[in-house]
């Protein structure tokens, strides 16, 4: 079935370092990449999403990268600053249905 | 901002009973749903609800799940005969346009389920 495979599942920096997180979709038709960041305890929030007719895609200090080859999409942080610390999701959605399919999560830990 | 309100916060519950978590999605959105997060694990998608009806649905919303649109405003789930396993974060959610187009997904604070 669908399923959304993501990396790490724990990952810890260092104050104005960079991080990465990797997620992997198994449905050939997904056209959709969104993130979401989940603070503790609060709601998911999107801080970013991708098309599949675009290869990355920039905001301030976060972008995300697709490979529609590979299937896979990344999540890049620059310059990570303490407020950053918490749980992010990937997803993948496709045009026509209604779902997200969302990753297993990463917990973001940026060490001031 | 415009926000998904959702209640209650928390409830506590005994295996067997029944439940309704309730939501107020934004008010110009026209598409809703329902997801759930056990601890720890990740967000599972349960139910999408457009026009009045049901436009997709996951494995887990099965015959004991229910949703309903009672009246311009609210956007309910029902669960009638609770089980351990349905502990979990209840997240209610909804967007103005079809999930994959035009609609970006906000979620609601969250309804936390403990069943007994």
């Known amino acids: 079935g669908e399923n959304v495979e993501q990396h790490p599942s724990t990952l810890s920096v260092q104050e104005g370092d960079s991080a990465v997180i990797k997620c992997t979709y198994s449905?050939?038709?997904?056209?959709?990449f969104p993130w979401y960041k989940q603070e503790l305890g609060k709601r998911p929030q999107l801080i970013i999403d991708i098309r599949s007719n675009v290869g990355e895609k920039k905001d301030q200090r976060i972008a995300v990268t697709l490979n529609k080859t590979a299937k896979h999409f990344s999540l890049h942080i620059t310059e990570t600053q303490p407020e950053d610390s918490a749980v992010y999701f990937c997803?993948?959605?496709?045009?026509?249905?209604?779902?997200?399919?969302f990753g297993t999560g990463t917990r973001l830990k940026v060490l001031a | 901002e415009p926000e998904v309100t959702q209640t209650p916060s928390h409830q506590v519950t005994q295996m067997g009973q029944e439940v309704i978590l309730r939501c107020v999605p934004i008010?110009?959105?026209?598409?809703f749903y329902w997801y759930r997060q056990i601890l720890g694990q990740k967000v599972e998608f349960l139910v999408s609800f457009y026009n009045n009806e049901i436009s997709e649905k996951s494995e887990i919303f099965d015959d004991q799940f229910s949703v309903e649109r009672p009246d311009g405003s609210n956007f309910t789930l029902k669960i009638r005969s609770t089980k351990l396993e349905d502990s979990a974060m209840y997240f209610c959610a909804s967007s103005e346009g079809p999930p994959t187009n035009t609609g970006e997904l906000f979620f609601g604070e969250g309804s936390r389920l403990t069943v007994l």
């Open positions: 449905d050939s038709a997904s056209n959709y």
């Open positions: 997803a993948s959605g496709t045009s026509g249905t209604y779902k997200y399919i």
């Open positions: 008010s110009n959105h026209l598409y």
